[in-house]
């Protein structure tokens, strides 16, 4: 009986040792990845199919395509769009795309990832290497939107404080992407009223005296006095970097756009005169993310996986990089240019760049766009 | 007893059987229960699904709602936009704006339209053939068209950027001229007033001079000839025109959102894509749905008002050479007045657009500045992202495939449903049938193209029933263009049915022939010229349609108004532009063939007579 008892347990035991061993096993196997044979199945899939906010996908994917001879297809649509097709995709059981490029932190965080249509997924080659958090979910590229200005008319930046915004000398003379229709805009106010104390400290260092508010607090203030003083909302960010730096203007405006419409060749072909806003206080704009995410039920995983690591790398973002304050979040990738140039990227690399701009704070995103956008088209003039 | 009574049931059943034999028997009652099958299905269930979803939580907004969760019913979007804080900029001011933009407008567009459409038919203008086919041809252009140019010629400081044509000739504008309501409506009016001008016209064209020379023999001044006998008789026309203009205007999204948005001044349409963008779907559904009451609030009017008169229209038909006035002395200046009027609103717009594609850098108008790049230019990395010029562009080229492909088979399914429904709705005249056939035909009419859209997409994008997932196909692309303008083929089927008597289909019937032969042998040919006026339209508006279908647009079904779209959103404008002549010049190319072999008139396809 004893005896019995015993052997029983062994059995146990030794069953319970041998479940251990193997999902340790599966843990150790889903950390070390066996990259050979997700190249081997990649290159069996034969392609990519992607959705992406950023045209350049296509520069990266003719690269991808040099190296390991799998196709791209990549599609540029707006970042809702993104999110409203892979939903109603998902929803009728369509499996055609692999990836999504997205900026849409509302639909990222929100809607697609609690859902299921979308996953995160960070290649064992890159661990410990990508910037904490942005690895969950996956943020592979970290853009600069900051306040520019026409620098044939201005020959330095003409204003120093985000306060001097709401001025009667700037009124109607602040042009942005259109927060109505640009989510990531609106992420920016949500930041702004978060950080209330920063920017009644910036208030009371401008105008030499403290805030009267008339709204819960100095970040509210900001919004309400930006929004009454006649700001003007365009399509898009290159709509409002051309309308910002073309020549020959008198009483320019100053916009918020891309930090990347600096580039040398499309200031150029633009023909715009267009600098970065520099020593603004409390900052300069915002760095926000590029989301990379795994579509469910992909045709083409591994070679969505091998793209996803491929564009954490030096030739895969490369297509970005090139652009002045747009980074990688893989640190180890070059930005461009390395040393502050005249013009072109005034400020340095991405830890400069992150002490004049703020993040983006998804958790907040997602909960305050609402009231932040119903409380700047209230007040809009 | 028992026999009895299944005697009674078997008599029941027969009588039952031949009452369905009868109408099995009687085409175009099986006809009008198929197409009405049909119509629930296309119309009303999209209608229904619009209303489910304004009443239905979104992902999106459940973060908002406390205690409800994702797809709960909720009245969260009603009191949003009846009754929250946000309901004055959300609906009430949008509302009063586009009530305001559509009165003035339908106003001015009935007026030019008018006056063009009785110098044309009444009068001794010179060039009349030429000016009636210039004046038609700002309604054939895409709608953004006019207002693009007008912002090249109109931009004031306000935006920034480069200045429009006349601040740089040194001429200060203030802002209401450039953007703002005025522009939109001065924009809106001269697409729209082609309504007025094609009913009105062919109104007066059948309208009997003898009524005339009978008040002017009984005594009555030129004035109240004008105003007792024409326009008597030519309300219905205003009225039918008034009511196009109004509710088409009320659905438009480009020109607003061109020259409103950047200055904060919003109607419901732009409004209702802001919401589906990234605000909450059911609010801009509730727009939608209140957009469709307002429309179909005038025509309620509408018929109202002309209600008894309208059986005026139908009075002539004949051919008469009406007595044409004399302009007189003024006849140069008129005719001058009129040409330089069509040359603003037709050549200028296009010359303007087509500049700015052959122009290297944007504002700057010297000769050094000239490329053929948009063209014809090769690849170049450093340009336009490396697309070559959209003449030797496979994407481009593919696009047009695409586009010309749409047009003819919307045209196609128009014309064919056009005239079944035309055909059900006059030979049934009178039952309920064909009033409850001719009003839901009309309501595709009503619903705002981007809501009806988005309609389709959340419908068709899953199977359904036999129906597979139409999500990406081609075939939803032209069943959701078909749909939306079923009203312009309807009207121009049941006018052209009114017109063809029943004896030649009784002829048809003794001599033997099966209503198949008789479609084909009989009505189709009869109806042939009146089908294909009926196509145009149609065949325009897919071939030019951008709100309806931006949403439903994959790569392999790519439009040249959605590669257009692709290009400003690049803001690479000149590229844009040159799809957009490309498309212009495609649509007037095959409208003129078609006028030509044809002789079909787009007043038909209006179902003007």
């Given amino acids: 009986m004893m005896k019995r008892l015993e052997f029983r347990k062994t059995i146990l035991v030794t069953f319970c040792v041998i479940l251990f061993v193997l999902a340790l096993g599966s843990i150790v196997y889903a950390v070390e990845e066996n990259w050979d044979e997700i190249i081997a199945k990649a290159k069996e899939e034969g392609k990519v199919v992607t959705y992406n906010t950023s045209g350049r996908m296509a520069e990266a994917g003719d690269a991808f395509e040099k190296k390991y001879g799998i196709k791209v297809e990549s599609l540029k649509i707006r970042d809702s769009e993104i999110t409203e097709r892979i939903i109603r995709e998902k929803q009728a059981g369509i499996n055609e795309v692999d990836l999504i490029m997205s900026e849409d932190i509302i639909g990222v965080n929100k809607q697609m990832i609690p859902a299921g249509y979308v996953s995160s997924y960070l290649p064992s080659t890159h661990q410990d290497i990508i910037l904490e958090g942005y690895r969950d979910p996956l943020v592979f590229l970290l853009q600069g939107r900051t306040l520019g200005y026409n620098s044939e008319e201005y020959a330095e930046t003409p204003i120093e404080s985000l306060w001097e915004l709401t001025t009667k000398e700037w009124e109607g003379r602040f042009f942005l992407s259109d927060p109505e229709t640009t989510p990531t805009a609106i992420a920016f106010w949500v930041e702004i009223v978060m950080r209330p104390d920063e920017m009644a400290a910036e208030y009371e260092r401008f105008f030499g005296k403290p805030i009267e508010l008339t709204t819960p607090n100095a970040g509210w203030e900001f919004i309400k006095r930006l929004a009454e003083n006649k700001p003007v909302t365009l399509k898009s960010c290159g709509e409002t970097a051309e309308a910002v730096g073309a020549r020959g203007q008198k009483n320019s405006p100053i916009g918020l756009y891309a930090t990347g419409k600096h580039r040398p060749e499309l200031l150029e072909t633009l023909n715009l005169a267009l600098k970065p806003c520099i020593d603004v206080k409390p900052v300069i704009g915002y760095m926000y993310p590029a989301y990379i995410l795994q579509v469910a039920n992909a045709p083409h995983p591994n070679a969505a996986k091998l793209f996803t690591q491929f564009l954490l790398e030096e030739a895969g973002a490369r297509a970005w990089t090139t652009d002045p304050a747009c980074f990688s979040t893989n640190p180890n990738v070059s930005s461009f240019p390395v040393t502050p140039v005249d013009g072109l990227n005034p400020i340095g690399g991405i830890r400069e760049w992150a002490k004049v701009t703020w993040p983006l704070n998804s958790e907040n995103t997602v909960r305050y766009s609402r009231d932040v956008i119903d409380f700047w088209v209230r007040y809009r003039k | ?609």
Avoid at chain 2, 366 to 393: E, Q, V
Avoid at chain 2, 474 to 493: E, H, M, S, Y
């Fill in chain 2, 1 to 609: 007893m028992k026999f009895q009574q299944r005697e009674v049931e078997f008599l029941f059943l027969e009588r039952n059987w031949n009452r369905v034999r009868r109408i099995i028997a009687n085409p175009p009652l099986t006809l009008s229960i198929v197409l009405l099958i049909l119509l629930i299905y296309l119309v009303i269930a999209p209608l229904f699904s619009m209303v489910e979803s304004a009443l239905t939580l979104s992902d999106r907004d459940s973060i908002y709602v406390v205690g409800e969760q994702v797809g709960d019913f909720t009245n969260y979007y009603l009191k949003r936009t009846f009754v929250g804080n946000m309901s004055d900029i959300l609906f009430y001011k949008p509302l009063r704006n586009t009530l305001m933009v559509n009165f003035t407008m339908s106003i001015l567009a009935l007026f030019i339209g008018s006056i063009l459409a009785w110098l044309v038919v009444r009068t001794d203008l010179l060039f009349k053939r030429i000016i009636a086919n210039l004046a038609i041809i700002p309604y054939v252009l895409p709608s953004w068209t006019l207002a693009l140019a007008w912002i090249t010629v109109f931009k004031n400081r306000r935006l920034g950027g480069v200045s429009g044509i006349l601040e740089y000739l040194g001429i200060n504008l203030p802002d209401w001229i450039s953007f703002g309501p005025v522009a939109i409506i001065i924009v809106m009016a001269l697409h729209y007033y082609a309504f007025s001008f094609l009913l009105i016209g062919s109104a007066l064209r059948s309208l009997d001079p003898t009524l005339e020379e009978a008040a002017l023999v009984l005594g009555a001044n030129r004035r109240v000839t004008i105003r007792r006998i024409i326009f008597a008789l030519i309300t219905p026309a205003i009225f039918s025109a008034w009511l196009l203009t109004i509710s088409r205007g009320i659905g438009t999204f480009a020109a607003p959102c061109l020259l409103g948005t950047p200055v904060n001044y919003h109607l419901l349409s732009t409004k209702l894509y802001s919401n589906l963008l990234t605000g909450s779907p059911g609010v801009s559904y509730i727009i939608a749905v209140v957009m469709i009451a307002l429309s179909s609030l005038f025509i309620f009017l509408n018929q109202r008002i002309i209600g008894k008169r309208k059986s005026y229209v139908t009075v002539t038909g004949k051919a008469f050479q009406p007595k044409l006035v004399a302009l007189k002395k003024w006849r140069y200046l008129v005719t001058s007045l009129v040409i330089i009027f069509l040359i603003l609103v037709v050549f200028l717009p296009i010359f303007v657009l087509g500049i700015e594609t052959v122009m290297k850098v944007k504002g700057n108008y010297s000769f050094s500045n000239f490329t053929l790049h948009s063209w014809l230019g090769k690849s170049d990395p450093n340009i336009a992202y490396g697309d070559p010029g959209i003449l030797r562009n496979p994407y481009v080229l593919g696009a047009l495939w695409n586009s010309i492909k749409l047009g003819v088979s919307v045209a196609f399914f128009c014309g064919i449903s056009g005239l079944l429904i035309g055909y059900t709705v006059v030979r049934l005249r009178g039952s309920k049938l064909s009033t409850i056939l001719d009003q839901i035909s009309f309501i595709p009419y009503l619903i705002p193209s981007i809501a009806f859209g988005a309609i389709y997409l959340s419908l068709f994008a899953q199977p359904r029933g036999f129906i597979p997932s139409l999500y990406g196909t081609f075939t939803l692309l032209i069943l959701v263009t078909t749909v939306k303008n079923l009203p312009f083929a309807t009207r121009a089927g049941i006018s052209g049915m009114m017109q063809l008597g029943h004896e030649i289909e009784e002829a048809g019937i003794i001599a033997g022939a099966s209503w198949f032969t008789r479609m084909r042998r009989l009505i189709f040919p009869l109806q042939s010229n009146n089908i294909t006026s009926g196509m145009q339209l149609p065949f325009i508006t897919a071939m030019r349609e951008l709100s309806l279908l931006v949403i439903l647009i994959t790569p392999k079904t790519r439009l040249l108004t959605t590669v257009t779209f692709k290009y400003t959103d690049y803001n690479n404008y000149s590229m844009a532009n040159a799809v957009l002549l490309l498309n212009i010049f495609v649509i007037l190319a095959i409208m003129y063939l078609l006028r030509k072999f044809t002789g079909s008139d787009l007043a038909k396809g209006l179902g003007g007579q």
